[in-house]
């Protein structure tokens, strides 16, 4: 098994980050459609285990009309338009009320546990806006500077820092537990430690590529502590779906959504906190 992660690790990373810098826009945009549209599919096994193409028509009849109604253009998307902000905004405060969700976890849950109509909502909040600010994030300069380019990659380096960080900090030193009901290995030393980690990183990475950026160490912590509330909200779906797994396309390392379930929370909570701030 381990094997055949590193495999696959070492096959995915030179084309992600190919792909982020080397992509016209156009083509960025329909990877990350896909990449969105794949975990869209996992997604639906929460909300229904037989007939999952019901669930999956309706995500993809929205990505489609977002695609149609939303600027793709990134020359467009830097202007910041009001459509970007709805998306964002509605971004934040659905990862504020999932991390509530995950800390009171089972209380409450029998609103939404059995519910498909609610699982499919949680569906679309988690992933159209990781879509979109991926998009918005991107566009940053775009023919001007490599400044989305450079953006991209800081969200996932202190989203992949802070998880190792809080894996490594938490098995050590962890007591006081985040979650509980949700994952009892998650604890808030560890989430301390991945900050902390993520916070090494950033400034390292700043300092290499000439990134600056105002209330810096803010927006990363923000980032990275709904980075890891991303991933406790996936387990806790699983948890009530009986899933194991979100899937198996990537040897080693299981679904797509395995792999971005941080991200989902990252690239939002970024993008609307550097554009609020800065």
Known sequence: ??????????????????SIIFFSFK???????????LALWEWTQFVVKESRIYPMILFIILLLCL????????????????????????????WVLASLMVIIF????????DSKSFKELFGILSIVPFFW?????????????????????????ITWSADTGAYFVGKKYGKHKMSPHVSPNKTIEGMAGGVLFAFVVATIYSNIFSISINYFYLII???????????????????????KDSGRIIPGHGGVLDRIDSLLAAFPIFTISYLLLN
Do not use: C
């Not at 098994?1 to 190919?18: D, E, H, Y």
């Not at 695609?67 to 659905?94: A, S």
């Not at 089972?106 to 546990?113: A, G, K, L, Q």
């Not at 991926?134 to 989305?148: A, H, P, Q, V, W």
């Open 1 to 18: 098994m381990l094997k055949t992660r590193i495999i696959s690790g070492l096959i995915l990373a030179p084309l992600l980050i190919f």
């Open 133 to 157: 600010s991926t998009l918005i994030l991107r566009s940053f300069e775009y023919n001007i500077s490599d400044k989305g380019i450079k953006l991209v990659f800081l969200v996932l380096f």
């Open 27 to 37: 083509y960025f945009m329909i990877l990350v459609g896909l990449i969105s549209i």
């Open 221 to 243: 912590a923000l980032t990275v502590i709904f980075s890891i509330f991303g991933d406790l909200v996936e387990s806790m779906l699983k948890r009530v779906s009986h899933v």
């Open 67 to 94: 695609m149609y109604l939303l600027p793709t253009n990134p020359n467009e998307l830097q202007h910041k338009l009001v459509f970007d902000y709805v998306i964002l905004v509605i971004g934040m405060i659905w």
């Open 106 to 113: 089972p209380r409450n849950s029998e609103y939404w546990v």
